[in-house]
T-cell receptor, first 114, second 115 residues
Framework: AQKVTQAQTEISVVEKEDVTLDCVYETRDTTYYLFWYKQPPSGELVFLIRRNSFDEQNEISGRYSWNFQKFTSSFNFTITASQVVDSAVYFCALVMNRDDKIIFGKGTRLHILP | ETGVTQSPTHLIKTRGQQVTLRCSSQSGHNTVSWYQQALGQGPQFIFQYYREEENGRGNFPPRFSGLQFPNYSSELNVNALELDDSALYLC??????????????FGSGTRLTVV
């Protein structure tokens, strides 16, 4: 069975600190896609990144970076120099190559304190 | 380019009633998926519609049903509402292409409260 685990339910950090959100996934498929979404209070899910299972190269986009480690089935997300606007719920998600169903983790609520 | 729009934004219904939620896809997108997000949880896949037919379903009972129209807009219908149906219902659209679509644009959702 496929599963996404976000062990951190809630995190609070002071503005300008770095913060890492953990994500561990389970699947026996060899081809799959991993995502991170941000959900602000308004409710919509904002796409942040998509990686496929064959691309283990880490990625950096501004203050955001992602560390994909296939041997530990982890896809962690780091925000550098956090800002109050980063406060939101963040979801890690998994999609198999054989269907279109997004499997979400339970999310991590991130509070950036001014 | 318009995004995904959902209506209504909020809704209160009584247990046992029926409800219809609506979703307009992003321009150029022909696949629509619906998700249920209970409070404090991640979204759960309900079903997907492609070319006006159901194309995949999650672990939801038959009282959850849907429609997709020729303009790719979609409806989610829930009959015999239960208190546990209270949730944020999210719609996501995807463009034509290979499966999985891997490009999903989400709406802001409909917050349904069943009392």
């Amino acid at each position: 069975a496929q599963k996404v685990t976000q062990a951190q339910t809630e995190i609070s950090v002071v503005e300008k600190e770095d913060v890492t959100l953990d994500c561990v996934y389970e699947t026996r498929d060899t081809t799959y896609y991993l995502f991170w979404y941000k959900q602000p209070p308004s409710g919509e899910l904002v796409f942040l990144i998509r990686r496929n299972s064959f691309d283990e190269q880490n990625e950096i986009s501004g203050r955001y970076s992602w560390n994909f480690q296939k041997f530990t089935s982890s896809f962690n997300f780091t925000i550098t120099a956090s800002q109050v606007v980063d406060s939101a719920v963040y979801f890690c998600a998994l999609v198999m190559n054989r269907d279109d169903k997004i499997i979400f983790g339970k999310g991590t609520r991130l509070h950036i304190l001014p | 380019e318009t995004g995904v729009t959902q209506s209504p934004t909020h809704l209160i219904k009584t247990r046992g009633q029926q409800v219809t939620l609506r979703c307009s896809s992003q321009s150029g997108h022909n696949t629509v998926s619906w998700y249920q997000q209970a409070l404090g949880q991640g979204p759960q896949f309900i079903f997907q519609y492609y070319r006006e037919e159901e194309n995949g379903r999650g672990n939801f009972p038959p009282r959850f049903s849907g429609l997709q129209f020729p303009n790719y807009s979609s409806e989610l219908n829930v009959n015999a509402l239960e208190l546990d149906d209270s949730a944020l219902y999210l719609c996501a659209s995807s463009p034509p292409g290979t499966s999985p679509r891997v490009v999903y644009t989400f709406g802001s959702g409909t917050r349904l409260t069943v009392v």
